[in-house]
């Protein structure tokens, strides 16, 4: 990866342009100055700057991860703001939403502060989310309105779900007015019990204790019913089983305001690929049956899924050498996110311009952040990346200070090439 700061005036020309909220694509070019954008249009004057030949490559929004655990403060060792925004960088993301389960959890507003202070000069735009109870217990709600004023963009109890209902509704009750979405962990820890990977003939064919595909369900029925009740705003987050979004769809077609996501590697891998017990595969919710990846599949074409969020868990080599069933759950996600979906979604026929807008506009829109980042004046976060180009994943890919993948050697589509960024330029 080289870093470069960009210059007074940069041209990007010859791109092939992907513009996610008028739906567009078209051959044109990029004008950026002093860090901004200036124009998108066709046959732009270089305006004596610096020009980068773009030769037909995609020119599109930096990516946004809603759904990221960059371990600080608490466990330096597996993540940093840092180096976690060195991974999302080399996995085309500008802008991280991050997951408020560190050590201690960002259950204050000094603790978004905190963040908000420390992310400041880091080459990614860091979001902080916060937690929905006190050290994420399920018991207190947290001071919400002050934890927005300092700059959280949504609430989470991730890592554990609220299980308490009552908690539940006040948390939707509390932050609907606020405009923010709480999301819920949908996993019945009674149902989920000891279980390891997806409850089917894996489990029972691998000796490992199942968790049944209604440990998620049942607790998406709940929160989407609540969420009617009280009309709040639901995010659901990591969705892995064709159950759960029967319901989505269902609560969509009612006019429930709820939104989705759903993870590269629930896209990727079936529970099939437990064969061997690799413990990269270990994630909550855990992945499932071939019958539930294609329902994933066809929900993010459809748009029942709303964006594609990472869940970027980092681990360190140590916890993960763990026997199976004491390992603990999560992988690492960020570099590999477009070039596995894009493998998956392409094979299945699905439009790029499609997925580009579950990596851009679609998870910006859920956290209430800006969308429209052609405008001009807009800070530019860019993407350029070759749709085409077939790579495998390598450890050298990978920029995050852990190595928990199970994505090393599979094959990918779609390679990111360069990546500008609060007013940097990155070439990979
Ligand atoms: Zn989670």
């Known amino acids: 990866m080289t870093a470069n700061h960009l210059p007074k005036n940069l041209l990007l020309k010859n791109a092939r342009i992907i ?3 008028k739906m567009k694509e078209f051959e044109g070019d990029i004008l950026i100055r002093n860090g901004n954008i200036e124009a998108v249009g066709v046959d732009l004057p270089e305006d004596g700057g610096e020009t980068i030949n773009v ?17 600080e403060p608490g466990r330096e060792d597996k993540e940093t703001l840092e180096s976690g925004s060195k991974a999302a960088l080399a996995g085309g993301f500008t802008t991280v939403c991050v997951m408020p389960n560190t050590d201690p959890p960002i259950d204050s507003p000094e603790s978004i502060r905190f963040l908000v202070e420390k992310a400041e000069n880091l080459p990614v735009n860091i979001h902080p989310m916060g937690a929905v109870t006190m050290g994420q217990k399920g018991e207190h709600l947290t001071e919400m309105a002050s934890m927005i004023q300092e700059g959280a963009v949504a609430f989470s109890d991730d890592g554990v779900p609220v299980m308490n209902s009552g908690v539940m509704r006040r948390a939707l009750e509390y932050a609907a007015p606020l405009g923010v979405p709480v999301i819920n962990h949908a996993e019945d820890l009674t149902l989920k019990g ?5 409850e089917g003939d894996w489990s029972t064919e691998l000796g490992l204790a199942g968790i049944p595909d209604v440990s998620e369900s049942s607790m998406v029925s709940r929160d989407i019913q609540v969420a009617e009740f009280v009309k709040g705003r639901l995010h659901i987050p990591h969705i892995s089983s064709r159950k759960s979004v029967e319901l989505i769809r269902w609560a969509k077609e009612q006019g429930v305001n709820v939104t989705a996501e759903v993870t590269p590697h ?68 960020l570099e590999s996110a477009f070039g596995a979906v894009w493998k998956v979604m392409s094979g299945a026929g699905c439009e790029l311009i499609e997925i580009v807008k579950g990596f851009t506009t679609k998870p910006r829109t859920i956290m209430g952040l800006a969308s429209d980042l052609f405008q001009k004046g807009t800070p530019a976060e860019l993407v350029i990346f070759d749709p085409d180009a077939e790579w495998v994943f390598q450890a ?33």
């Open 266 to 333: 629930h896209l990727y891998f079936t529970d099939a690929h437990l064969v061997n017990y690799d413990t990269n595969l270990k994630v909550a919710p855990p992945i499932r049956s071939e019958k539930d990846r294609l329902a994933l599949m066809t929900a993010l074409k459809d748009g029942i899924i709303d964006c594609v969020a990472t869940d970027h868990a980092p681990h360190t080599i140590e916890d993960k050498e763990a026997p199976f069933d004491w390992a603990p759950p999560g992988m690492i996600g």
């Open 194 to 198: 000891e279980g390891q990977i997806n």
């Open 55 to 71: 030769n037909g490559k995609i020119v599109t929004h930096g990516f946004c991860d809603i759904h990221a655990h960059f371990r």
């Open 396 to 428: 050298k890919h990978i920029h995050s200070k852990s190595r928990n993948t199970p994505f090393i050697g599979e094959r990918l589509k779609g390679k990111v090439l360069t990546v500008i960024s609060k007013g940097m330029i990155f070439q990979f």
């Open 19 to 21: 513009d996610p909220v």
